[in-house]
């Protein structure tokens, strides 16, 4: 027989408030009942109100603020994606979570090349190049280029206008700041920025020349050699 497990207090009260926003009961921008409202509409202790509150606040439905009554967050992929940073950030204390997620962004950034070589408009291509440019005006100031390696993969995220893509970005972004410092600043290799620049290139390239294969293959070829300089740099005691 498998056990059941019984639902801590809180989390019944959670759910229970987690349905009424599901159902549109409660709005974004609402304010939720006072605590001293739950506690008597629940039947529990103030403790099991709070928790109720800080777990919903995890999920990103729910705003808190010191003083004020708890409110409806407005839900966006940023603020669900953002959610996850603690359990990420667990994962990559270790190798095998790092090539996880060097494996994902590759699956999704691999897929936003091939979706800008097929459906980007000349807007968007001369948005890649003007981030294209930046990133070679900054070659010679490794703090500049960072940034401006980033602003080039944003233009890919945003290219589909799908809001998911964006916030995966800025995750990983986020998640992997370690690989591209270590990566840019390996002594190990000379002009590691200007790989990745020639990098940059050939994606562009290819996305402005409608080759929706060769703009895979150049993003995969990009990612493989980013992932190998880091794993060689880790090897080396970066």
């Known amino acids: 027989m498998v ?13 229970s408030v987690e349905q009424r926003i599901r159902e549109e009961d409660l709005m974004p921008g609402e304010a939720l009942p006072s605590e001293r409202e739950m506690m008597r509409e629940f ?19 729910i705003e808190l ?8 967050a407005a839900p966006t992929p940023r603020a669900v994606v953002e959610n996850l940073s603690g359990s990420v950030r667990y994962l990559l204390s ?13 699956f999704l950034e691999i897929g936003l090349a091939r ?7 000349a807007a968007e291509v001369d948005a890649l190049k003007s981030a294209l ?14 940034k401006t390696d980033v602003d080039f993969h944003y233009v890919l995220a ?9 916030a995966l970005h800025a995750a990983f972004v986020e998640w992997l700041v370690e690989q591209r410092h270590v990566t840019l600043n390996w002594p190990g290799r000379k002009d590691t920025a200007r790989a990745a620049y020639d990098a940059h290139a050939a994606i562009y390239e290819a996305i402005a020349a409608r080759d929706p294969d060769r703009a895979e293959s150049a993003m ?19």
């Open 65 to 72: 603020k010191a003083g004020a009554r708890a409110r409806v």
């Open 115 to 121: 979706y800008a070589a097929q459906h980007a408009s």
């Open 133 to 146: 440019d930046a990133n070679h005006a900054a070659l010679k100031d490794l703090a500049k280029f960072e």
């Open 43 to 61: 039947g529990v202790g103030r403790p099991a109100v709070r928790e109720a509150l800080f777990h919903l606040q995890r999920m990103g439905l």
């Open 158 to 166: 945003v290219i589909p206008k799908n809001p998911i893509f964006p």
């Open 220 to 238: 995969r070829k990009h990612l493989e050699e980013i992932a190998g300089v880091y794993w060689e740099a880790r090897r080396g005691g970066a």
């Open 3 to 15: 056990a059941i497990r019984r639902s801590k207090l809180y989390e019944q009260v959670a759910q």
């Open 94 to 106: 270790s190798q095998d979570g790092i090539r996880h997620f060097q494996e994902a962004r590759a």
